[in-house]
């Protein structure tokens, strides 16, 4: 969830500099819960909404590579949350997060796979909404399947608008990026995330093995 990935694969995250000021300037404006969605960076204050949509995401078979019991450590939640911010400096740095926690070899191909990604979540106050990754650039690998930008709503949040809007609040950031148009892909099956991209000017390029590919104008 939280993380996204960044290297063959899955999607990237926007630099410091695009993070929509919205996020510190909406959050000392007053009460959290009158606030509009917005960005934030992952943060440790987000924790206990995290956790929460983490056991939703469980009950439907996402993010199994995140422990319930071990992110109930706030250190290790802050942890976590410092290597996908760090996504940007160090590029696949929350995958390698996650090969060190469980020890799996780092298959080398990482290193050259993995590209900077930014990763921000759309929250309302404290509450954790969805999370979108912004990938800064294609290889041939991401032009092949996962492309510039990925997300996901947690599903007690779902059918309220939520990804509409952030894709929409996404786009300004790519374009800072100099990702014009922005390649997103979906299941061929997954109407939700399809209107989704649509909604947002995405136009089919090609369909190939069940899955939908788009261009979409960022500017
Ligand atoms: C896809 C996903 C991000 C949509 O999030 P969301 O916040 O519910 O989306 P929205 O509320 O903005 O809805 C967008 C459109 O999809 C429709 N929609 C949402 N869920 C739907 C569903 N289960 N079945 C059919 N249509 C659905 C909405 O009605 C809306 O259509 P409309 O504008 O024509 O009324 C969310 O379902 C999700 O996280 N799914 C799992 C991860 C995933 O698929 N990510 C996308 C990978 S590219």
Request: hydrophobic letters at 40%.
């Amino acid at each position: 969830m939280p993380g996204g990935g960044g290297g063959p694969g899955e999607p990237p995250a926007p630099a410091a500099d695009a993070t929509p000021a919205g996020d510190t300037a909406a959050d000392d404006a007053g009460p959290a819960s009158a606030l509009p969605p917005h960005f934030a960076r992952p943060d440790a204050r987000f924790h206990a909404s995290v956790l929460e949509a983490l056991r939703e995401y469980h009950d439907e078979g996402r993010h199994d590579e995140m422990d319930e019991d071990l992110f109930e450590e706030r250190d290790e939640f802050a942890r976590y949350c410092a290597a996908v911010n760090a996504g940007v400096e160090r590029p696949g740095e929350p995958d390698f997060y996650f090969a060190q926690l469980y020890g799996t070899p780092l298959p080398g191909v990482w290193v050259d796979g993995y590209v900077p990604m930014t990763t921000l979540w759309w929250v309302a106050g404290d509450e954790y909404l969805g999370r979108l990754s912004i990938r800064h650039r294609l290889t041939p690998h991401l032009l092949y399947h996962g492309g510039n930008i990925g997300f996901e709503v947690r599903p007690s949040a779902r059918r309220r608008g939520h990804a509409t809007a952030m894709l929409a609040a996404a786009l300004p950031l790519a374009a800072a990026l100099g990702i014009d148009p922005a390649r997103v892909d979906c299941c061929a099956g997954n109407v939700a995330s399809r209107r989704v991209i649509v909604k947002n000017g995405g136009v089919v390029d090609e369909e190939r093995d069940g899955s939908l590919f788009f261009w979409m104008p960022t500017t």
